[in-house]
């Protein structure tokens, strides 16, 4: 999830003027549920995956199921600093038993792809306000950066086997379109507030609305924290789940991660430990981080010439004889 706090001021810092989207270290979603408004950066490509241990039962119905899950994330930027392409994976593999039945479910519940586009940055084109009177004043909270940066994702999920898993016994469609409405608050102390309003497998028998709500804390340049709550409601199923977890940067483009989640009540019983790591390849990203204004451009150019001009012009010179 990382850092989604120290990325997010690392951007604010180095790209206030501009529209890029690229920070210095890694910016992932993990671990938590919820997404974050910026994208990874244009040509910027990233993985994103993780291992759960899954336990769920049912005190009504009396089932229990336990085993693991797998997801992967890929992201990748194009075309615009703002815009992304997700594909996501989610594959699960457990023993279900009850009194009527027991089978072993394995499959691709769910494979989901997506597009994620930022509308709105309030720090695009701000510049703080210095006091040269006051340092406290130049280094106290600014207000401005509690107002929130919103982003959009629109996408569609390919329900493979996703009935396998389901807590309903009518058949989902093929085809179940998603979207959301994502924004991210800088918080004082060190803190980014990310909030997700989606739909899910709309037009399906398990459309769905839900919001996450995810408090991300920064302990130093390595370690970040957070505390999540999911909210997801349809027809069948109604929960609230709560995660919290830490996230290690291991290095600009590598981030190792660990969580837990649980939910409030027994019909069912969820609960969710899991680990992870994110990845990004950002080689290609250069051109687009130290591209220079055409006007700087010129003036380097000029300055250069006038250089070379002034060396020549000392090789090629007579030294002056003194009579």
């Not at 990325?7 to 549920?33: E, K, L």
């Not at 939910?263 to 290609?284: M, Q």
Request: glycine share 6%; charged share 25%; with cysteine.
């Amino acid at each position: 999830m990382n850092l989604k706090l120290l990325a997010f001021f690392v951007c604010i810092v180095w790209f206030q003027n501009s529209d890029a989207q690229y920070t210095d270290d890694i910016n992932s979603n993990r671990p938590g549920n919820s997404v974050s408004a910026f994208s990874v950066g244009k040509t910027v490509f990233q993985l994103e995956s993780g291992v759960n241990y899954l336990d769920e039962s049912h005190t009504i119905l009396d089932y229990k199921a336990k085993g693991y899950g797998v997801d992967l994330t890929a992201r990748y930027g194009f075309y615009k600093e703002q815009l992304e392409a997700v594909v996501t994976l989610n594959y699960q593999n457990d023993y279900y038993n009850s009194d009527i039945l027991s089978q072993h479910r394995n499959g691709i519940k769910t494979t989901t792809v997506g597009f994620k586009y930022l509308f709105y940055d309030p720090m695009k084109n701000y510049e703080k306000p210095t006091n040269f009177l006051s340092w406290k004043a130049n280094h106290k909270y600014d207000w401005h950066y509690i107002i929130p940066s919103v982003a959009g994702y629109v996408g569609f999920n390919l329900n493979t086997h996703k009935e396998l898993f389901s807590r309903t016994t009518e058949t989902i469609g093929t085809f179940g379109p998603k979207a959301m409405l994502i924004t991210q608050n800088i918080l004082p102390k060190s803190c980014v507030l990310i909030t997700n309003i989606f739909m899910d497998q709309y037009g399906t028998s398990m459309q769905s609305l839900g919001y996450v709500v995810t408090l991300t804390k920064g302990f130093n340049d390595q370690w970040t924290g957070f505390i999540e709550n999911k909210g997801i409601k349809n027809d069948y199923y109604s929960d609230v789940i709560f995660t919290a977890g830490v996230a290690y940067l291991v290095s600009n483009s590598l981030q190792l991660d660990a969580s837990v989640s649980r939910n409030y009540k027994d019909t069912p019983k969820l609960l969710y430990a899991g680990i992870g790591a994110s990845w990004r390849f950002d080689g290609n990203y250069d051109e687009v981080l130290y591209r220079t204004p055409k006007k700087e451009k010129k003036k380097d150019k000029s300055k250069k010439s006038k250089e070379k001009e002034k060396t020549k012009k000392r090789l090629d010179e007579v030294p002056s004889v003194k009579p």
